[in-house]
């Protein structure tokens, strides 16, 4: 510190270098989070009076209306997965509202036709176990008493069991089965064909055990806003995911983790280069509503609005501030602009699949291997994505250098390391 | 091992070196990638060209197997691109998606087994994983199926090193030169070997021992890599010895290559080829030695050459979930 003297000081501020302050950056980081997971709970809620009300009197119409509710849900709640891989607390919980792929027959029938095991697997020996046909169950060799369907029992007891990833009890794809039921034509334009007598009174049910579903579908939505409330309030003022990244003196570098991560390994591999590798059904995400294009679309979304600094709200409300964009830009401006280009690139690129899926083309149907013309739009975005990770790599070189010569005492003691 | 663990790590790194060390990329090209993409490529055609007898197909596969072991840490570039990397070895197999893969090809029938419809199909229908069922567990019938799928193998390998001889190694060897965007500076194409270094050393330690591990309550043999053909340990030893030789010739390590040195006596003493061993106390706990060696050689590798070459990794493709 001794030899920074005066006039070195002043030069440093007025130099444009410190014209970003990454602790500003941070803020918006976390506001952009808060809105977000916001909005997730307040359509979560939505869903929540939507079911509430289809399950008093149940309806074709009442049905319909809690479908419409979940995919207005998953529009807000899928921008937020850019903060799970920078973020532990969020990585930790996430698994209770957005676990993926299901053995769907854990929670309810399930007919051959479909590809979901229709008995117990070796790695999943639960995977026909069926909990609203079943008061009372084995499970990993002790007796279950499941007379009483409650948030407890799934969160608790179902979820998971056996150390079964595929066991997935809780979250929005456990909802979304109970919604609209096993997508059984691979590659062909229809969704999940539940009726809504499933949930039907008496004589009317179809399905069987139309009460224990309707408890299953009702646990699984309070649950779901319970876990969002908690995260919304963790992204709150004072709130302890919010003051972990204030906290983090490398808390930049969790907005570039998660941008990488979600862009490169889960994103376009896991979820995206899988399910066209493999020509599987089962690999949509949202196979169940057919909804997968949106997942996609959103994710994409998220990971170009915290770069920026800018999120729309479901009500129109824009969140904004100092941007990791803003602060990469006057480290290297080349980089900033090349990263922004490819986050644009690929969102137009999942535009185009996305208007393809609305306008008839679904997901299961671009994975047809003898659709070529859908695999191209997959495979557009998902290049599109692996083309932003490597930009996201040249950010963290090029923020890496400043970022230590922000932090490091080494650079406060020589001077010109800052400006090198 | 999710979140935060290159990115945060790299941030440090920068301050402890004055002037790091340039990799000798050329030398990790022509001594390490190249030699055993070629080696892939050849073992994977004396798979296709065995006669379709199980006692003949058997030692081939192996030998494809190690070989494969040998570059599987080799994801980027060729590898990548049209998943080839994954139409060699479908693994970790978690929802049996080979069993599916396969059962759908052989219901297509003979007219289905052309090099175009096999490239088209299922990767999990495809390479080591389905060649494995069929040698090892139904005697290589039927033959038209178990040739044409070593065929599409070869086939396979040979495009990822006719990737890397035909452009990639020279964008490698070239960095920012004319019309090379994927690797802007030299230290984008150190950190692309370092990244293939580091993932490696997760990829032994996490999945292929890892998978069979499971938890002590509840290990998983049947979870480990090709198992059935009993070359799980072999695939072990095969891929620390050649991410000793990468990190080698990256930077001087000598920590490094001793702690891989160590970790790779160990694995090839283990005397348990298919990793049946995890599902008993005694022979869990030497499993589970190896796996902490390996944990531990990368700790070393990363503070090691990451430090003397002052890169960092980048993302890996098993940062998803």
């Known amino acids: 510190m001794h030899k920074l003297t005066a006039a070195a000081l002043c030069a440093a501020l007025a130099t444009p270098v410190l014209a970003v302050d990454r602790a500003d950056v941070l803020a918006t980081y976390a506001d952009i989070a808060q809105a977000g997971y916001t909005d997730s709970l307040t359509t979560a809620k939505t869903l929540q009076t939507a079911i509430d009300a289809f399950l008093a009197e149940p309806s074709a119409e009442r049905f319909q209306a809690a479908r419409e509710a979940w995919l207005a849900a998953r529009v807000p709640y899928q921008q937020t997965e850019v903060y799970r891989f920078g973020n532990p607390i969020v990585d930790d919980w996430e698994g209770r509202v957005n676990a993926w792929p299901l053995d769907e027959g854990l929670i309810d029938y399930v007919v051959a036709a479909g590809s979901a095991p229709t008995e117990g697997t070796e790695a999943n020996p639960a995977a026909n176990l069926n909990v609203v046909a079943n008061e009372v169950f084995t499970l990993s060799g002790e007796e279950v008493d499941a007379r009483e369907i409650t948030p407890a029992l799934l969160e608790e007891t179902l979820h998971e069991a056996g150390g079964a990833e595929a066991n997935v009890a809780t979250g929005y794809h456990a909802i979304e089965f109970l919604l609209w039921g096993q997508d059984i034509g691979a590659y062909d334009a229809t969704a999940g064909q539940r009726p809504w007598t499933d949930y039907a009174a008496g004589d009317a049910c179809t399905g069987g055990n139309c009460d224990r579903r309707g408890a299953y579908l009702k646990a699984a939505t309070d649950l779901l806003v319970s876990d969002l409330e908690y995260m919304a309030n963790a992204w709150g003022q004072g709130g302890e995911a919010r003051e972990a990244v204030l906290g983090d003196e490398d808390g930049v570098s969790r907005i570039l983790t998660g941008m990488g991560s979600l862009s490169y390994g889960e994103q376009a591999g896991e979820r995206m280069q899988l399910g066209l590798l493999l020509n599987d059904p089962e690999e949509e995400h949202s196979c169940f509503a057919d909804n997968t294009h949106n997942d996609h679309f959103y994710d994409a979304l998220g990971i170009r609005n915290v770069y920026n600094g800018s999120y729309v709200g479901v009500d129109g409300t824009v969140t904004s501030g100092p941007s990791l964009r803003d602060l990469l830009a006057e480290a290297d401006p080349a980089v900033a602009d090349a990263l922004g280009a490819a986050l644009d690139h690929t969102q137009m690129e999942m535009t185009e699949l996305k208007l393809a899926a609305e306008a008839g083309m679904h997901y299961d149907m671009m994975l047809d291997p003898a659709n070529e013309a859908g695999g191209a739009l997959i495979q557009a975005a998902i290049d599109g994505l692996i083309a932003q990770t490597r930009e996201i790599e040249r950010a963290v070189t090029a923020l890496g250098v400043d970022a230590i010569a922000f932090e490091g005492s080494d650079s406060l003691d020589d001077p010109d390391a800052v400006f090198q | ?321």
Do not use: K
Request: some cysteine.
């Open chain 2, 1 to 321: 091992m999710r979140y935060l663990p290159t990115v945060l790590a790299a941030f440090a790194l920068g301050a402890l070196t004055a002037g790091p060390l340039a990799a000798d990329v050329d030398a990790a090209l022509d001594e390490h990638v190249l030699p055993r993409m070629e080696r892939l490529a050849e073992a994977t055609a004396t798979l296709a060209d065995a006669p379709c007898e199980a006692d003949a197909l058997r030692p081939a596969f192996a030998g494809a197997a190690a070989a494969w072991a040998g570059v599987s840490h080799l994801t980027l570039g060729p590898a990548e691109e049209s998943g080839r990397a994954r139409a060699v070895l479908f693994w970790p197999d978690e929802r049996d998606s080979t069993a599916r893969g396969l059962r759908l090809l052989e219901q297509q029938g003979p007219e289905a087994w052309t090099p175009e419809a096999i490239a088209r199909a299922s990767v999990a229908a495809r390479g080591l994983g389905a060649l494995e069922r069929l040698i090892f567990e139904r005697d290589a019938a039927p033959c038209a199926l178990t040739l044409a799928l070593a065929d599409d193998l070869a086939a396979t390998a040979a495009a990822i090193r006719d990737g890397w001889t035909g452009g990639f190694a020279d964008l490698m060897r070239d960095p920012g030169g004319p019309g090379n965007t994927r690797f802007l500076t030299a230290g984008e194409a150190e950190a692309a070997l370092f990244t293939s270094l580091m993932t490696g050393l997760e990829l032994v330690a996490d999945q292929r021992l890892g998978r069979p591990l499971g938890s002590f309550d509840d290990p998983r043999p049947r979870a480990a890599e090709l198992w059935r053909a009993g070359v799980s340990q072999a695939m072990v030893v095969e891929s620390l010895t050649a991410l000793r030789e990468l990190a080698g010739l990256l930077a001087p390590a000598p920590r490094t290559t001793a702690a891989l040195d160590a970790a790779i006596a160990q694995a090839a003493r283990l005397d348990d080829p298919a990793f049946a061993g995890v599902a008993d106390p005694s022979g869990r706990f030497r499993v589970e030695a190896l796996q902490t060696a390996v944990c531990e050689a990368r700790n070393i590798a990363g503070d090691e050459i990451g430090g003397a070459l002052g890169v960092r990794a980048g993302f890996n493709s098993a940062d998803g979930d």
